[in-house]
C-alpha cells in the first residue's frame, strides 16, 4: 500500500489494467496519492476480503473496482466495507460487458455500488474526486478548473466544427 493512499484501485484480472488506469491517470493528474493491486472475488475472495476490510483502518476513503464477466467484485468489497464503492463494468471478450454492467449495477439493498457505464474508469475516477472534494477544498477548486477546462475545449470545438464543416473536421481529427 501506498502510504496516505486515499483511493483504492482493485481489479479482478490483470487484463483489466488498460481500462484501470484511466482512473489511476486522473487521480495522478489531481494529485491524489492512491493504491492500486489485483484481487479476484472468485479466485481470490479471502485476499478480496482481506483487503476491503483493512480499507478503512489504513485510511483509504474511496474505493474503485473494476471487473468483467461475472463482475462480483465491487460487491463484495462493498460487503465488507463502509467506504463508498465505485464499480467499474469491464468489456470482457463476451455480451460487450453488458454481463459486468448487469452484475456490477444489480446490487442488492443495503450494499450499494455506485455504478459507471462500461469501461467508465475515468468517470469512476471523478466520482471519486467529487467525494473526496465534499471535505477538501483545495481539491474542490482544482475540480471547478478542471470542469472550466472541458467547458472551453468542448465551445471550442463546436465553433471549429461549425466554421469548417463536418466534413473537413473529420479529416483533421
Not at 123 to 145: P, R, V, W
Request: net charge positive; hydrophobic share 45%; charged share 20%.
Amino acid at each position: 500500500m501506498k502510504k496516505d493512499a486515499k483511493v483504492g484501485i482493485v481489479m479482478g484480472s490483470d487484463s483489466d489494467l488498460l481500462v484501470m488506469a484511466e482512473s489511476a491517470t486522473l487521480l495522478e493528474e489531481f494529485g491524489i496519492l492512491y493504491e492500486i493491486t489485483v484481487a479476484s472475488a472468485h479466485r481470490t475472495p479471502l485476499l478480496v476480503h482481506k483487503y476491503a476490510s483493512q480499507a478503512l483502518l489504513k485510511g483509504l476513503k474511496v474505493i474503485i473496482a473494476g471487473a468483467g464477466g461475472s463482475a462480483h467484485l465491487a460487491g463484495v468489497i462493498a460487503s465488507f466495507t463502509t467506504l463508498p464503492v465505485i464499480g467499474i463494468p469491464i468489456k470482457a471478450k463476451t455480451l460487450d460487458g453488458l454481463d459486468s454492467l448487469l452484475s456490477t449495477v444489480g446490487m442488492p439493498s443495503g450494499v450499494p455500488v455506485a455504478t459507471v457505464g462500461i469501461n467508465g474508469a475515468k468517470n469512476a475516477a471523478l466520482l471519486a474526486i467529487q467525494i473526496l472534494a465534499t471535505s477538501d477544498k483545495n481539491l474542490e477548486k482544482k475540480l471547478i478548473a478542471y470542469k472550466e477546462k472541458m467547458n472551453v475545449e468542448i465551445k471550442s470545438k463546436g465553433e471549429k466544427l461549425s466554421k469548417v464543416g463536418y466534413k473537413k473536421y473529420l479529416e483533421n481529427k
